[in-house]
């Protein structure tokens, strides 16, 4: 079941039911999306050309990335000093990979924060530029 969930009530605006050998980043393509909204998804939406496509259409995605995705360091991003203790890493990146590049040319975000609940870092990309990185880690938490 691929549901599209609208924040603010936490009320499905979307639901699509396929057959359990779907992939789940295969429904995705079907979900309509709004400019300007925000898809918070787990691993397995690293389909790369997917992110390509919500992004043509103006959404803003917040992804938790896959260990094996290799990419460059564009710029380290300074974080604030006594503040947002949680947000271990906040990166511009692009990748690496030619067939990754390819699916996904532009720029992102790649944010690493601290997660209490599974004592864990978590490791997000996403498209946003403008937000403070602990928003992105605390949205991506709160899914």
Known sequence: ??????????????????DGKTAENKGAYE???????????????????LLKVWDSKGVYFVVRHKEN?????????????????????DEIIEFKNKSSKEKYSKKLRR?????????QVIKIISNQ???TANTIGELYKSR
């Open 1 to 18: 079941m691929h549901t599209l969930l609208n924040f603010d009530g936490n009320l499905p605006t979307y639901v699509n039911i396929t």
């Open 31 to 49: 979900i309509p999306l709004l400019k300007g909204g925000v898809i918070v998804a787990d691993r397995f939406y690293n389909d790369f050309y």
């Open 69 to 89: 995705i290799q990419y460059t360091v564009i710029k380290e991003n300074e974080l604030p000093e006594n503040k947002h203790q949680h947000t271990h890493k």
């Open 111 to 119: 944010v690493a924060v601290w997660d209490d609940v599974n004592e």
């Open 129 to 131: 530029m403008k937000w």
